[in-house]
């Protein structure tokens, strides 16, 4: 076991099946041979956006964070091989996209007992990382408008959560309507089709608030467009959470004062990894394990990791309505 295929990005935009030595695990750390690995909004903005400052060719297995698997080495005493584990490796450590990982055992949380297929409890990495950044924010939601720009993964659990916690009217908005199709799951009241002047958002944002706008605004999309947006349909006195990565390294204006006089918080949120006690996942994985909401039908596309170029570009312009695309390992 000292090879291994992984995926490496050659340039912006490209990626390539290699095969690469394994990471040594050092004290602490552990090696999981991966079952199935998710790709993430996150992953396309760095992978497509030359934002980042990336030295080519990246790492194996980068920027990949969303993984299952299973335990084959351990220098750590919390775990021991054949143990089934949801990883969620922060920075340096994002190299889901390859046979197997190395990572701190801290970032590896055993999987609950689930008698469903592990693609679903997969999705509790991106689902934990949303219900961090809106831990951040102790927002109250019972009875309040809430608006989510973007319907990826992300997206989706953010509008569950705001229906969870009690809102009265959420309105979401995405480009593809495969995922506004899936919307209504996942606690979406209204569902609109975005575009770049934000129109149709609004005016469904400002019909179900008699006209005073969004309580509680989450973008979840990274574009400037989206950005000006949120603020734009936030309520005096509104709260706005930024999510989604950005797809540029360039200065993104906004309409300062709009945003002054309407006297809105707003706030970034990223790094959920870097949470001491991880509870954002556990509790991700948790409620997906006892039921308490549906991800069944998230993953919409499942191919080999010897398709991940097709698996990127599937992910990133939205083909074949694709909703969540994973990799899967033999």
């Known amino acids: 076991m000292d090879k291994m295929r992984a995926a490496r990005l050659v340039e912006t935009g490209k990626m390539v099946l290699e095969e690469t030595p394994l990471f040594e695990p050092e004290a602490g750390q552990v090696v999981v041979k991966n079952l199935m690995a998710a790709i993430c909004g996150s992953d396309l903005h760095q992978v497509f956006f030359d934002t980042f400052n990336i030295n080519y060719p990246a790492e194996p297995g980068w920027p990949g964070h969303e993984g299952v698997g299973e335990v ?3 220098n750590d005493p919390g775990l021991e091989p054949g143990d089934k584990v949801l990883t969620v490796p922060g920075y340096g450590y994002q190299r889901c996209f390859a046979d197997y990982q190395t990572l701190p055992a801290h970032w ?14 997969l999705m509790a990495q991106q ?20 608006a989510v720009l973007g319907q990826g993964s992300a997206g989706q659990f953010f509008a ?20 506004l199709a899936q919307s209504h799951v996942f606690g979406a009241d209204v569902a609109v089709e975005g575009d770049d002047a934000g129109i149709a958002v609004r005016e469904a944002v400002m019909d179900v608030s008699n ?33 989604g ?7 993104v204006p906004f309409t ?33 394990s006892r039921r308490q909401i549906d991800v069944t039908q998230m993953v919409s596309h499942r191919l080999d990791l010897e398709e991940i170029e097709r698996a990127m570009v599937l992910a990133h312009e939205r083909d074949e309505d694709a909703l969540k695309v994973a990799l899967t390992f033999p």
């Open 72 to 74: 084959v080495e351990s």
């Open 108 to 121: 590896c949380l055993k999987l609950p007992d689930y008698d469903g297929p592990v693609e679903d409890l």
């Open 127 to 146: 689902f934990g990382t949303t219900i961090f950044a809106l831990r951040r924010g102790n927002m109250d939601f019972v009875g309040k408008t809430v």
């Open 160 to 179: 569950w959560q705001a229906k969870h916690m009690g809102a009265e009217n959420v309105v979401v908005a995405d480009l593809s309507q495969a995922r």
């Open 211 to 243: 006209g005073k706008g969004a309580d509680i605004v989450i973008e979840a999309v990274g574009r400037k467009e989206t950005i000006e947006h949120s603020i734009d349909i936030a309520r005096n006195l509104g709260h706005v959470v930024f999510f």
């Open 245 to 251: 990565l950005p797809d540029t390294s360039e200065a």
């Open 256 to 288: 300062y004062a709009k945003f002054f006089m309407k006297q809105l918080r707003m706030y970034s949120v990223v790094g959920a990894q870097a949470e001491e006690d991880l509870s954002s996942f556990h509790k991700a994985l948790d409620w997906i």
